[in-house]
Nanobody, 121 residues
Framework: QVQLVESGGGLAQAGGSLRLSCAAS????????MAWYRQAPGSQREFVAR???????NYADSVKGRFTISRDDAKNAVYLQMNSLKPEDTAVYYC???????????????WGQGTQVTVSS
């Protein structure tokens, strides 16, 4: 099966930077897209950024101009460079991957376990 392993979370000061990483492993035939979501305490999970195989990216309005998503197809990895961090960025960040495990399988969304990002004021 597919596993997503995240790293890079931690504590940062307002205005600082963090870089999140996520690597997919297991039975993977192809990856259509990878994305990041986040969930703050007491709130719903929200979309942050997504990058497709063709390189097209999408960002939530709240992070445009501050966050950059990128991917490394050779490593089945996705990254989220977070600059100019704000306290409101504090949340658990989840990696998402749209993966076809075999040539005959349908596309399926897989999720990482989440990594905590805390931004102090």
């Amino acid at each position: 099966q597919v596993q997503l392993v995240e790293s890079g979370g931690g504590l940062a000061q307002a205005g600082g930077s963090l870089r999140l990483s996520c690597a997919a492993s297991g039975t993977i035939f192809s990856i259509n897209a990878m994305a990041w979501y986040r969930q703050a305490p007491g709130s719903q999970r929200e979309f942050v950024a997504r990058i497709r195989t063709d390189g097209v990216t999408n960002y939530a309005d709240s992070v445009k101009g501050r966050f950059t998503i990128s991917r490394d197809d050779a490593k089945n990895a996705v990254y989220l460079q977070m600059n100019s961090l704000k306290p409101e960025d504090t949340a658990v960040y989840y990696c998402n991957a749209e993966i076809r495990s075999t040539h005959w399988a349908t596309l399926f969304n897989y999720w990482g376990q989440g990594t905590q990002v805390t931004v102090s004021s």
